[in-house]
């Protein structure tokens, strides 16, 4: 099925920093998911993207879409506490039922 | 309304022993997932039922994996005999769609299996 890499695996912020995951694959995507999953919790849906160079924005982050489809990235401003998890692409697998394959995942640890 | 609800949250367990997980997905939702998530890794699919049907099972290891959606609404997950690799999450999803339209997957709050 489709993988994706995700990159950074982790990072460390201050509070007050901005943080920017990305989201890389080799084959032209169709759509990308976001989820937000917090330490010992369950993965949280945050935004699909489908459109090329779609932008879409929730608050403090902003989802960007990449004009060939093939690349996503996630960047919150001002990064909070609250903030804290590791926050996952995912993209549906084209050659079996379009279940969504996940990446491995930004781990962010933010520090007051 | 009533999220995806999963049972036992916790279950450990001896090597070469069996063990069940359980999930009721939200109404209506037609499509059903159990991915294996372990730990400091993202979710894996196992399995993807799309009402009673199974729609993908390529990465469920078949040996000693096994799952079914009978009735098309709550589904089990069976392994036996476990093995040591098996400690992970599993997290049962569904969503409303399926197809080339999958939108967004709701997750329970998973089963946390140890293999001692």
């Known amino acids: 099925g489709q993988q994706v890499m995700q990159i950074p695996q982790y990072q460390h912020v201050q509070e007050g920093e901005d943080f920017t995951t990305y989201c890389n694959s080799s084959?032209?995507?169709?759509?990308i998911q976001w989820y937000k999953q917090r330490p010992g919790g369950h993965p949280v849906f945050l935004i699909q993207l489908v459109k090329s160079g779609e932008v879409k924005k929730q608050k403090r982050l902003t989802f960007q879409f990449g004009e060939a489809k093939k690349n996503s990235s996630l960047h919150i401003t001002a990064t909070q506490t609250t903030d804290v998890g590791t926050y996952f692409c995912a993209v549906p697998n084209s050659n079996s039922g379009y279940a969504l394959n996940f990446g491995k995942g930004t781990s962010l640890l933010v520090t007051p | 309304e009533a999220g995806v609800a999963q049972s036992p949250r916790y279950k450990i367990i001896e090597k070469r022993q069996s063990v069940a997980f359980w999930c009721n997905p939200i109404s209506g939702h037609a499509t059903l997932y159990w991915y294996q998530q372990i730990l400091g890794q993202g979710p894996k699919l196992l399995i993807q039922?799309?009402?009673?049907?199974?729609?993908?099972d390529s990465q469920l290891p078949k040996d000693r994996f096994s799952a079914e959606r009978l009735k098309g609404v709550d589904s089990t997950l069976k392994i036996q005999p476990a093995k040591l690799e098996d400690s992970a999450v599993y997290l049962c999803?569904?969503?409303?769609?399926?197809?080339?339209?999958?939108?967004?997957?709701?997750f329970g709050e998973g089963s946390r299996l140890t293999v001692l």
């Open positions: 084959t032209t995507l169709s759509n």
């Open positions: 999803a569904s969503s409303l769609d399926s197809g080339s339209n999958t939108g967004e997957l709701f």
């Open positions: 039922f799309q009402n009673n049907g199974v729609v993908d």
